[in-house]
């Protein structure tokens, strides 16, 4: 457990609510001294050092190691392989429910991918683990490697993403397409793309008999414990995890996978603590990606430039052994109204590690797909994109007929375009040029993500100091977590921020439930809050039923908590400081718990998303095909804002990803090795400063009532949604060229300029 306090210099100055208020991060200072500890910065005595071998080739199997070669080299303390290695108490591949997938444990030889592990080395030293791994010299029995998305017999899949329908139909696809004006039938493509988070997968594992302390970066702390309890056949309560902070997740940290099995496996082995952390070319492979897509998208428009049908169709692939598939063709189900929509996956196998969850999956590969198709279907009616997507932005959501904020929607899309100066955009692309002969466009993409929920507890206590604490075991991944539920948790408690200890980043507190698919201030914001609340419940029975207290009686007209007094709800004149209250009663301090969780009847009853509109310029090379952004506006209704700061934050992290994904990120797989040859932040592309353009961001007021009872929406991943599209779209406006597959090349370009 970690304790962090305030570091805002100067004080923080409350205008009546912690909520709302730019708060500085409460762990800025920390991290900026170097003083925020991660997992791989655990040193406990007597720390062995573990390091993978993996296999260079994607098919196959392992036909030897020379284990003894690695086990003489100097420092080495031993090997774990297949035939050596401490028992697990189930299969590693089964799976026990729907967030369980398969990983590679050293269960066999069996190669299912490149840079699968085969062997982990523990040395005294990390350069001795380092050099005994090398020594191992594997041969194979090696298979042809399936590759691409047409490796194979393509197959409909049960379900895509976690239990979404493969296909679903509303109204008639081929009627529609009859009945249209104009058509377009486009395919487009997206490349595998890997996490590449800043901090590595890194384990630090101890063992004290069948106790068992773990650092490793968590989005799902409670659930990894359970992994493990399940995997090592012990008790869920013999086990801490601790992950007080992550250096970036994007989904690859929401499951335990391979390596870090490896990692307690390993200390087990040796009886002494073990440190593993893989290195930047380990993490293409086990630990998830996203997966390639091909998608073939059919529109139709009437006369009026109205939509009269939308065919969604999306191939993509999974792993050998496991199954996630990209639920790409979804961003279709939600955005514009169309009497006809249909939405439809198939996949292949492939030899690779299981593709998982990143950053807005599915959303953001058919998002990318979906908003270059409208701009087609703009252009073919011969209207202007932000008209086209005002005159078909669906009001309710079209598969369900559940209504949403779509009021919030249109504001985004016309304050957006008034910061950007849309009105000034031409119809036809290639007509606007820099003053220095550079072809400049302009591009539009809507931006959508869906408002979830999950479960979490927190606990609140109200001390005789008159502060407060609040512990969840909720997960800061940079995106400021800690900072906008201690805000959350001063309004609760009636206190100021400054008086409330926050108490995270530990798996023995209580649940704070994932952090992942934009939910987690919602989820553990909630919580937090209603723990909040029932501490103040039970502080003001005790007043009101207390006749020596000025608040006695007040029980049917209530009470309000504000700055660390109780007051009566009908008359403010009579109130009692939280200290007062429990000195009387001869207590020290009081507790409650409180749940947080989706409201089944609002959701069966409304739609629930946030909405946005990114408007972005490029500049693009007539001659060299260069392509640069030059500037974004995102203007995004996200409910209701806890830190305005954190917010822009992740807002800016969200375009900026988009822009990646429309002209940078790309893994490249030799095709006959099935390796990735791009395995490395040299060569696999990502926006650094140079590339980052002018970024603006408006967050549009929006009070969404029944999404939660704070009125909270993710902000994390609905940046990328809109703003690969609108970089995409800008560099046809600025060309006259449409690419089709993402990355856009600069080869791409040049042929057709």
Known sequence: MLEINPTQIPAHMRHGSSIGQPLTRRDGILKVKGQAGYAADRHLPDMLYAVIATASIARGRVTSLDVAAAKAH???????????????????????????????????????????????????????????????????????????????????????????????????????????????EVTYETAPQYHNAMEPHAVVAAWDGDRLVVDTPSQAMVMARARVAELFGIAPENIMIRSPFLGGGFGSKGFLTGPQILGVMAAK???????????????????????????????????????????????????????????????????????????????????????????????????????????????ACGMDPLAFRLKNYAEVEPITGKPFSSKALRACYEQGAARFGWAKRPLAPRQMRDATGLLVGWGLGTATFPAMMFQAEARAVIRRDGSGVMEIGAHDMGQGAWTALAQIAADGLGLDVDRVEFRSGTSDLPDGGIAGGS???????????????????????????????????????GVIARDG???????????????????????????????????????????????????????VDPELGQIRVSRMVGAFAAGRIINPHLVRSQLFGGMIWGQSFALHEEAITDRRSGRIMNANLAEYH???????????????????????????????????????GAVANAVWHATGVRVRRFPIRIEELLTQL
């Open 269 to 379: 082995l040796v009886g002494k603590p073990v440190k593993l952390v893989l290195r930047r070319e380990q993490m293409y492979g086990p630990v998830g990606h996203r997966a390639p897509t091909r998608q073939r998208l059919r529109m139709g428009a009437d006369g009026e430039g109205r939509l009269t049908a939308i065919d969604h169709h999306a191939r993509t692939v999974s792993s050998s052994y496991d199954d996630f598939y990209e639920p790409a063709a979804g961003a279709s189900h939600t955005l514009y109204a169309s009497p006809a929509i249909r939405t439809t996956h198939d996949a292949v196998r492939v030899d690779t590690g299981t593709p998982l969850f990143m950053r807005a999956p599915g959303e953001a590969t058919g998002s990318i797909a979906l908003e270059s198709t409208i701009d087609e279907m703009a252009a």
């Open 565 to 619: 007094r109780l007051f009566r709800r009908d008359d403010e004149s009579r109130s009692e400081a939280y200290p007062d209250i429990l000195a009387r009663a001869g207590l020290a301090e009081i507790e409650a718990r409180g749940m947080g969780g989706a409201n089944p009847a609002a959701q069966a009853e409304y739609a629930m998303h946030a909405h946005g509109a990114v408007f972005a310029e490029v500049k």
């Open 74 to 184: 100097p420092g080495v303390v031993d090997v774990m392989t297949t035939a050596h290695k401490p028992p697990l108490a189930i299969d590693p591949d089964i799976k026990t429910n729907p967030f369980v997938f398969r990983m590679e444990v050293l269960q066999s030889d069996e190669v299912r991918y490149a840079n699968q592990p085969i062997a982990v080395v523990i040395a005294n030293t990390l350069e001795a683990a380092t050099e005994g791994a090398t020594l191992l010299a594997p041969s194979y029995e090696t298979h042809p490697a399936r590759v691409g998305l047409d490796a194979g017999e393509s197959f409909v899949p049960p379900v895509v993403g976690v239990g979404n329908p493969t296909e679903n139909v509303h109204g008639d696809i081929e009627a529609g397409l009859g009945a249209a004006s104009k058509t377009v």
């Open 686 to 724: 990502v926006p650094v400063n140079a590339d980052v353009p002018e970024l603006d961001v408006l967050t549009v007021e929006e009070h969404d009532p029944h999404v939660n009872a704070l009125g909270i929406k993710g902000v994390g991943e609905i940046g990328i949604t809109g703003s690969a």
């Open 519 to 557: 939910a987690h201030t919602a989820t553990a914001g909630n919580a937090v809050h209603n723990a909040g609340a029932a501490v103040i419940a039970r502080l003001a029975d005790l007043a009101t039923s207390d006749e020596r207290s000025p608040l006695f009686g007040a029980g049917n007209a």
